[in-house]
């Protein structure tokens, strides 16, 4: 993700991942000591979706919430982070078999290279994972963990139900995000601010900030899907298509006749997967996705700009805006 310098508070060139880096160094090694198994392949596995070059997103979100809203010992937003990074990843090890990927992170997927029955396994061991690093919390942390989870899963099914349906709405497409994308950067927002010492109402607030991060978040993904570029997104153009699911821009391109054939479609060739995504290109609507994605981060940066001036605030609102600009 390239982006320009900005300026903090203090008049210093910032850049959002740097300014919490050193922590993302602990969650990174704490990652590696809590995905060891006594079955090597398990650990093959984690490690090998992991360290296949995310971006840490969640985790950079969750801990720049948190020292923005104050936070100053960050072992317990450490252990956090890891809890959020190992459910991301346990839920697309699940996607690739769902999905049938061949692609991920711009290396074969876990599924093609392991096996289904594994990285089905390697999952489950991950979510495990997960809840023994954030257990020792609160009850009201692990809940709102858990029920994070609880809408992934929902919204998997939401989306499959709705796979290649041609009725699908915006506010289906809305719903499913809500639950399967927002929901862990919803929960990363809420718990930083609890940790940070914040009132049930900025709370309350930052859980908004997270859902609107997420919704942007998703639909800027949903364009890259259209007109990303494979070497950089890591990913394979057209997946949304080829699976039939319901993406931003295939439910707002609907009325497109190539569109909606191979939406529609099972088992559509790969010309009628490239006559769609021509034909998206050349509507307004990849622009009118990007624009919503602007409007859901704004509203974001709203909520952030309720906190103290600070250069850790100031670095939350430009990663927020950085995610709604880039073209990777």
Known sequence: MSRPPAEGASGTILDPISMVSDELGLVEARISSVIGSREP????????????????????????????????????????????????????????IIDSNDVRRGQAAAPLRFGIADTLVAGDFLFSRAFEVCGRFEAKVVSWAADACVQLTEGEIMQGRLRRNATVTESDYLEIVRRKTASLFAAGCRIAAHLAGMSELDIARLDTCGREIGLAFQMIDDVLDVEGDPEKTGKRVGTDLLDGNPSLPVVWGLDLPSVRQAFAAEGCTAAQIQDALHELRESDVLGRVRDLAVHHARAANEIVRTLPRSRHRDALERLVRDLVQREV
Not at 61 to 84: E, N, Y
Not at 86 to 96: G, P, V
């Open 41 to 96: 392949k398990l650990t093959a596995i984690a490690d090998y979706l992991i360290n296949a070059g995310g971006k840490r997103v969640r985790p950079a979100v969750a801990l720049l919430v948190f020292r923005a809203c104050g936070g100053r010992d960050v072992t317990d937003m450490v252990d956090l982070s890891v809890s959020l990074e190992l459910i991301h990843t346990a839920t697309l090890l699940h996607d690739d």
